[in-house]
């Protein structure tokens, strides 16, 4: 049974930091690029951040880049959303994805929701 399951969301003031997790299973993780979404109220989903499985090249939304880091361990398969300098405009809920070409499959975590607010 494929899983991926989001967490370390929560309520966070402007200018603070969260550490997003996702942890994968049931699929072969290390070949899949991974992606972090993010869903505002009224808004559509938008895509903030890939790390790719063969480079480990990453690749950002400008409105995150140089506040977000994405990066992979993939002995725990797992991969994590560093956001630092946090602003309202990133509340959301935040989806982990992940994508693998070679094989045709595509899987979403169910989110987590992050908060910035005073």
């Known amino acids: 049974q494929v899983q991926l399951v989001e967490s370390g969301g929560g309520l966070v003031q402007p200018g603070g930091s969260l550490k997003l997790s996702c942890a994968a299973s049931?699929?072969?993780?290390?070949?899949?690029?991974m992606s972090w979404y993010r869903q505002a109220p009224g808004k559509e989903r938008e895509l903030v951040a890939t790390?790719?499985?063969?480079?480990?090249?990453?690749n950002y939304a400008d409105s995150v880049k140089g506040r977000f880091t994405i990066f992979r361990d993939n002995a725990k398969n797992t991969v994590y959303l560093q956001m630092n300098s946090l602003k309202p405009e990133d509340t959301a809920v935040y989806y982990c994805?992940?994508?693998?070409?070679?094989?045709?499959?595509?899987?979403w975590g169910k989110g987590t929701l992050v908060t910035v607010s005073s």
């Open positions: 790390i790719f499985s063969a480079t480990g090249n990453t």
């Open positions: 994805n992940a994508d693998s070409r070679y094989y045709g499959m595509n899987y």
């Open positions: 049931g699929f072969t993780f290390s070949p899949y690029a």
